[in-house]
C-alpha cells in the first residue's frame, strides 16, 4: 500500500509548525529575493511548501532535514528536481564545509522556537569560521522564520530592555533588519505567538576585535545571566574568569549593569579580563 505522506502530523518533540497557506509561502519565497545563481541551504524543509516554493528561483537548493519521515516525503515528491539535494542530518551536526567547501551560500530556513538560539549559534559559529578560513562555508546571507519577540531581542541594542547575549553576538558579526511579520494562522498547527522572517548579512569585518570567541561568549553569558545586577557582582565566581576588581581603572565599567554596554564594550571587556586571566599571579590562583 502506498504511503500517505499528507496524513503526517507535526512531531510536537521536534516543534514542527509547518508553513500551510500558499499566500504566505509565496509571499516569504519573493522577500528573500534568491536568485537564480545563489547556493541555497534550507534547515528544516519539513513537508517542503517553501522548498516547492523556492526551486524555481535558484539552481542549487540543499535542503537539511533531521526527520526521516519527512526526507522521506521531500524525495517522493520534490526527488524529480536535479537543482534539489535533500540530506538527512541534524543541522547542528551538520559538517557545512564538507558540502560546500568555500562556495558562497545562503541560508534559509522556518526554525523550531526551541532550539532558534542553537541554530543562530551555529551560523554564527559558521560565519566567523568563513572570515578566517577559504575552505569554509562562506554564509553572504541567513534568512530565517522565527519568534518575532526572538527576532526583536536579536536586533536590539543597548539600553533595551530586549538587548541580551544573543543581541551582542549578532550584532558582533551581522547587521540585520525584519522582513516580514506572518501570523500563526499561515502555519499548521498554528502557534501561539507571531512569527517574523529575520535576514542578517554578515559584516565585512566584526564590530570588534574578538580573539578568543570561546571567552568572549563566557564573559557575555556570566554578565547577562544575572543581568539586574552590576557587572562587578555578575562577573564574579565564574569558571576560568578572574575576578573583575583585578582590572585598571575598572570603577565605572563594573557599576553599569549589562544591557548599557555596546558590542565594542563587551569586546574590550572580554580582552581585558583574558589578559588579567594570563598574567602569571592570576594563572597562580586559577
Request: hydrophobic letters at 40%; glycine letters at 6%; proline letters at 7%.
Amino acid at each position: 500500500m502506498e504511503k500517505s505522506y499528507k496524513s503526517m502530523a507535526p512531531k510536537k518533540s521536534l516543534g514542527q509548525n509547518f508553513l500551510s497557506d500558499p499566500w504566505w509561502i509565496e509571499r516569504i519565497a519573493r522577500a528573500l529575493e534568491i536568485q537564480e545563481e545563489d547556493c541555497v541551504l534550507e534547515i528544516g524543509p519539513g513537508k517542503g511548501a517553501l522548498t516547492r516554493a523556492l526551486l524555481p528561483y535558484t539552481r542549487d537548493l540543499l535542503a537539511v532535514e533531521i526527520d526521516q519521515r519527512m526526507v522521506e516525503l521531500l524525495k517522493a515528491e520534490l526527488g524529480g528536481h536535479p537543482n534539489l539535494r535533500v540530506i538527512h542530518e541534524d543541522f547542528l551536526r551538520f559538517d557545512l564545509g564538507a558540502a560546500l567547501g568555500g562556495r558562497r551560500v545562503r541560508v534559509v530556513g522556518n526554525l523550531p522556537y526551541h532550539i532558534t538560539s542553537s541554530i543562530l549559534m551555529r551560523v554564527l559559529e559558521e560565519i566567523r569560521r568563513g572570515q578566517t578560513d577559504p575552505a569554509a562555508a562562506q554564509i553572504t546571507d541567513f534568512a530565517i522564520m522565527i519568534q518575532k519577540e526572538v527576532a526583536q531581542r536579536i536586533l536590539s541594542g543597548p539600553g533595551s530592555r530586549e538587548y541580551g547575549i544573543l543581541s551582542v553576538y549578532v550584532g558582533l558579526l551581522c547587521e540585520g533588519r525584519i522582513l516580514l511579520d506572518v501570523p500563526p494562522g499561515a502555519f499548521f498547527p498554528k502557534p501561539k505567538v507571531d512569527s517574523a522572517v529575520i535576514r542578517l548579512r554578515p559584516l565585512a569585518t566584526p564590530r570588534a576585535e574578538v580573539k578568543d570567541w570561546d571567552f568572549f561568549r563566557r564573559v557575555v553569558r556570566a554578565a547577562f545571566n544575572q543581568r539586574r545586577k552590576m557587572l562587578r557582582r555578575s562577573l564574579l565566581n565564574i569558571p576560568g574568569v578572574p575576578n573583575p576588581e583585578g582590572l585598571e581603572n575598572a570603577d565605572e565599567l563594573l557599576s553599569r549593569r549589562p544591557e548599557t554596554l555596546s558590542v565594542p564594550e563587551f569586546a574590550d571587556l572580554a580582552a581585558r579580563l583574558g589578559a588579567l586571566r594570563a598574567a602569571p599571579d592570576e594563572e597562580a590562583r586559577l
